[in-house]
């Protein structure tokens, strides 16, 4: 069984940029695709990136055009690079490896932006 942990998440102004990242013990190329989720006060975990086995990415309306899903195999990593943030990107974000029979989730890092 694979295991994530992810890194990157802190506090930020509105407008501010931030990279997460996501280290995985296993091969993500083993993967069917890596994503993004995060998960609001009170709110349901919602998807924000994937990108697939073969390269293609899928991105929330909600940050369309702001956020950047990549994977670097060499470091084993997948990056979320997330730009123009605003309060409601204020949210525990999630790495997910996504492979038929289980799916593996990681603990979640803190992303806090400030009005």
């Known amino acids: 069984q694979v295991q994530l942990v992810e890194s990157g998440g802190r506090l930020v102004q509105a407008g501010g940029s931030l990279k997460l990242s996501c280290a995985a013990s296993g091969s993500i190329f083993e993967s069917d695709a890596m994503g993004w989720y995060r998960q609001a006060p009170e709110k349901q975990r919602e998807l924000v990136a994937t990108i697939s086995r073969g390269g293609i990415t899928n991105y929330a309306s909600s940050v369309k055009g702001r956020f950047a899903i990549s994977r670097d195999y060499a470091k084993n990593t997948v990056y979320l690079q997330m730009n123009n943030l605003n309060p409601e990107d204020t949210a525990v974000y999630y790495c997910?490896?996504?492979?038929?029979?289980?799916?593996?989730w990681g603990q979640g890092t803190q992303v806090t932006v400030s009005s």
């Open positions: 997910k490896f996504v492979r038929f029979g289980r799916d593996t």
